[in-house]
């Protein structure tokens, strides 16, 4: 039996026990259960972590563990149960993006991430940053709705081609810059064509704002121009979502004879197309192409960029890039949502990427992430070997594997979690029904090399018990 079980099976014992105790009543010690159960520290830690995860036990360091204040028995509770009449129809979902409700059990290696590892993040050059940007005396005024002038530089700066900062708006990260995009371009119950498969957050962004996914394929050369062309005839769309630079899932690079041919076809169908360039500093050491933005001369193109990718997932900056009256719009609903970003946050970036340490970082971090991608790749075809990594990214945080036939992905991430190895199911990735099943294996969110080949140990068991069991 493995660990995670045993501290399963011993939360299950402790909600029996809860039953009869009273809110406020102290638990056990841990070395009385460690003695009452024959279970060692490391499994009563975890139950009961995951019993302080559902709420029903508080930890006091230093004092014991105690039962929880019962929802309903609390003086003045209070009766919701009207709202579910209220609340008529669903109009955002977040169940392809929300994080499990319960924390994995510690000890689990985290390859569903999608963000890097705190290790590999400028932590000492981003609180310096943040430490100089709030001793400004204009650190908490008001800043402008577009954003701090020199930020609005450094991304037109960044995104090169023709880009000024006046065609800049600054946006609290990429999810924020999707969704103000999509609002702002298309009305509810417009398709909008998404490449097959894509990242669940667009997806959602898409869907919140009434706007219907329809995907066109992609191959490992990017999206298909001439499927392009077919989708948007048929479907009469006047909007694509895509990321021609290291894709998430795939890793694909949009291959560069297909750039002009995506722009050519969008502008003949008098549509836009959204370049969601997350990746943009997340380059393995090889050349990174430039982004489409850079080559547009009619504003087909509106430009996502972030830095929480290469920096951390809270420096919650980006950037919508964008000429013509879209970008008026976009600055509309960014107004409406919230007047401006913080400005210290704004400063940190500024500070951040304007510091000589900044080249280093990337450069470093890109040689990071490669020698992590290899580390996988190898312990991937050691551990699953009738699995297929299907292309060999140049840049980003992830691989894309397809499973052997027959093999169901959502049964395969519960098994994985349970034997201590979070990872993403494919399906999510796909606007319809997928062709295939495949795993999203993240492995920049590890501590490293020995976290990975035991993340790939546990993953290959994980598929044999779900083979065996079919
Ligand atoms: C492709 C892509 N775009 C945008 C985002 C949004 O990231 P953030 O809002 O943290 O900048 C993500 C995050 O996972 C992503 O994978």
Redesign the pocket.
Known sequence: MNDSSTSGELAAGLRELLVRLAPGDRLPSSRELIQQYRVGPATVARAIALLAAEGSVVTRPGSGTYVARRAGTEKGAVDTAWQTVALTDRAVDTHLIAEPRLPPPAGTITMDG?YIHRSLQPTRGLGAALARAARRPDAWDRATANGLPALRAVFARIAGGGVTPDDVLVTA????A?SIAFRAIAGPGSPVLVESPS?P??LAAARAAGLRPVPVPLDTDGVRPDLLAEALAMTGARLLYC?PTFH?PTGTVLAPERRRQVLDVARASGAFVIE?D?ARHLGHGGPVPRPLVADDGDGTVVHVT?L??PVA?SL?I?ALIARGPVMERMRAVRMVDDFFIARPLQEAALELLSSPSWDRHVRALGADLRQRCAWLTAALSLELPAATVTSAPAGGLHLWLRLPPGVDDTALTAAARQRGVAVSAGSRYFATEPPAAHLRLGFAATAGHAELEEGARRLGAALREVEAGR
């Open positions: 999608g990260g990429g999810q924020s999707l990242y957050g667009a990321q998430n969601d997350f972030s929480t990718k997932p919650r980006g």
